[in-house]
Nanobody
Framework: QVQLVESGGGLVQAGGSLRLSCAAS????????MGWFRQAPGKEREFVGS????????YYVDSVKGRFTISRDRVKNTVYLQMNSLKPEDTARYYC?????????????????WGQGTQVTVSS
């Protein structure tokens, strides 16, 4: 059974940094892509970025390019979301997700597995 467990969220001031982790278990992810999504109160869940597990290639939404970086540790089976220069509008619950395939997909429905999320709050 696939499990994705996020951690690392918290409260940070604008301009600060956080690193989120997503510990993945239950299968091998060599032919999977791992995505990060976020959902702010009253808003729809939106795509943030993704990484192809085997290739390490990444893809980001424009609003986080240059500030957020996704990486993975294949030994630890963990995906990371390094967030720098955080803004109040980055406040949201952040979710890790997994889907078969290596090409980037921004749609929620493309992902088969989801974690429970971790809350990120950026104060101004």
């Amino acid at each position: 059974q696939v499990q994705l467990v996020e951690s690392g969220g918290g409260l940070v001031q604008a301009g600060g940094s956080l690193r989120l982790s997503c510990a993945a278990s239950g299968r091998t992810f060599n032919n999977y892509a791992m995505g990060w999504f976020r959902q702010a109160p009253g808003k729809e869940r939106e795509f943030v970025g993704s990484i192809a597990w085997s290739l390490g290639s990444t893809y980001y939404v424009d609003s986080v390019k240059g500030r957020f970086t996704i990486s993975r540790d294949r030994v630890k089976n963990t995906v990371y979301l390094q967030m720098n220069s955080l803004k109040p509008e980055d406040t949201a619950r952040y979710y890790c997700a997994a889907r078969p395939g290596v090409t980037p997909r921004t749609q929620l429905g493309a992902y088969d597995y989801w974690g429970q999320g971790t809350q990120v709050t950026v104060s101004s």
